[in-house]
């Protein structure tokens, strides 16, 4: 039951052939095909015919005459937990054209799924959901952030919870194995538990090991666990974030074609921006964030220990080509909110301390022993985002969340991916054709995480659709100015409701959870079998 989608009938025709008709439009069909031209009509939430329907009636009837007609976009890559829940109807994707979101992502989702789900249901969801059961969550559930291998026994419970996780819904595993505690474990340790994931149909979704010096193996990491298990392996936001190595991405994609010519499943997604996001912590060897806050505070007030993670920290630095910390912006910091914009170069002259890296690795101190901050990194080369772009299977990912307009200084990819690769890479750059981009954005996704009747323009599909003028779509969220919603989307259709009209909100929302075994997954084969 949709009440709010009432409203929007109320003005029915009764008797009419569809809910709602789209004539004229160029349909771009989400799998990469030319456009064709033909009109698109939906009916309970699915798309009832395509074609000339001239002598058919509709409830509502939209002219895309000049328009694109397409699928809705697919993020299989955002973190939207804790967020959707203040901004239910998602405005900053669906203004983006997103119609579909899957989370979970990075190794960090909700535990309990079935509650979080039946949470999300009363929402008022105005985008669909779907979730990654992430190996951080259940290792942290399991063993805290002990820096040590699993034993066998924490293996077998951290495979029950994946294996409830995936029977509530889940539609894979995720890791991020740069994070704290996923960082401590091996790479046995990821192949069981998503075999757990496995057994019923899930996809494998890695932030990998390394970004940068050690890319190609975590490449392999990851690629051992797509052979090991038999699932889909998504490698997430691939990129190359060392300065020094800046170019590498020919290697690393090479890599990833070589795998996929020997028979493994493997692509990749990427947010189009030269900026990273992330938490603080990660300036830190891994090490010295183990065992929980207490611990962490303790290591960073001995005088010992607190030199020794700077020294390493020190290391680090020139590894990944940085000068100083220049290149690390803070985006949200509750300790001091004028911290917020500011590099952590600016924010230790701020603290009236002198200009230099042992000064900065200070202030990093401060504000992760107040808490931590979320960061954007000035990590990549434009060319290597450019080639990565260019690779037919990188499908376009986020890799954000659900804003609350105007709070913080966040990443801008939350708002304005899609967008972006559409007026930048389409029609600014040119090196994506209109039909391709939205592929990478509708079919090849969709494809990966096995949403069997979404991301195409098919009849008997889901009704996820949006009508856009391809030279006006343009994203508006920068660095400087984050808060900008996405414009050029004149309709967009969640499951056969009309949530924007001519450009606006209507109040109707059709977005749902999506949970695995149902509401267009395939069903699970080794389910069946059991
Ligand atoms: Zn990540």
Known sequence: MRPLALLFVSVALFGADYGVLIRNGRVVDGTGNPWFRADVAVKDGRIAAIGSLADKTAEKVIDAEGRIVSPGFIDVHTHIEGDVEKVPRADNYVRDGVTTVITGNCGGSELKLADWFSKLDKLGL???????????????????????????????????????????????FSTGLIYIPGTYSNTEEV???????????????????????????????????????????????????????????????????????????????????????????????????????????????????????????????????????????????????AYEGKTISEINVMKGRPKNVSSEIETIFDLILQGGAHMVYHSMGDADVERIIRYPNTAVASDGGVRVFGS??????????????????????????????????????????????????????????????????????????????????????????????????????????LRSGSAGQQPAPARASQ
Do not use: C
Request: hydrophobic content about 40%.
């Open 408 to 513: 913080g200084i966040p990443h801008p990819r939350s708002y304005g991916t899609n967008a972006r690769v559409l007026a930048e890479y389409v029609n600014r750059r040119g090196v994506l054709m209109l039909e391709d981009a939205v592929r990478r954005m509708t079919s090849l996704p969709a494809r990966t995480f096995h949403l069997r009747d979404r991301g195409v323009v098919r009849e008997g599909a889901a009704a996820d659709l949006l009508v856009f003028d391809p030279a006006r779509v343009k994203d508006r969220a920068t660095h400087e100015d984050p808060h900008g919603y996405s414009t050029g989307s004149d309709y967009v259709i969640v499951n056969g409701i009309v949530e924007i009209e001519n450009g606006e909100f209507t109040p109707a929302r059709g977005g749902a959870v």
């Open 126 to 172: 105005g985008i669909n959901v779907a979730s990654l059961i992430g190996h951080n969550t259940v290792r942290a559930e399991v063993m805290g952030t002990a820096n040590r291998p699993a034993t066998a026994a924490e293996i077998g419970r951290m495979q029950a919870l994946v294996d409830k996780a995936m029977t509530e819904g889940a539609v894979g």
């Open 191 to 337: 192949v069981a538990l998503a075999r757990a994931a496995a057994k019923h149909n899930g996809s494998y979704a890695s932030h990998m090991r390394d970004e940068g010096e050690h890319v190609l193996q975590a490449i392999t990491e990851a690629v051992t666990v797509g052979r090991e298990t038999g699932m889909p392996v998504e490698l997430s936001h691939f990129k190359i974030d060392n300065r020094r190595l800046w170019g590498m991405s020919d290697m690393s994609l090479a890599l990833v074609e070589k795998f996929r010519r020997e028979g493994v499943d493997v692509v990749v997604d990427q947010y189009p921006y030269d900026r990273a996001s992330t938490n603080l912590g990660i300036t830190l060897p891994s090490w010295a964030l183990a065992d929980g806050r207490e611990k962490v505070s303790e290591r960073l007030t001995n005088p010992e220990s607190r030199a020794k993670i700077a020294h390493e920290m020190q290391e680090m630095l020139v590894n990944l080509g940085h000068p100083d910390y220049s290149y690390a912006t803070v985006a949200a910091f509750s300790g001091n909110k």
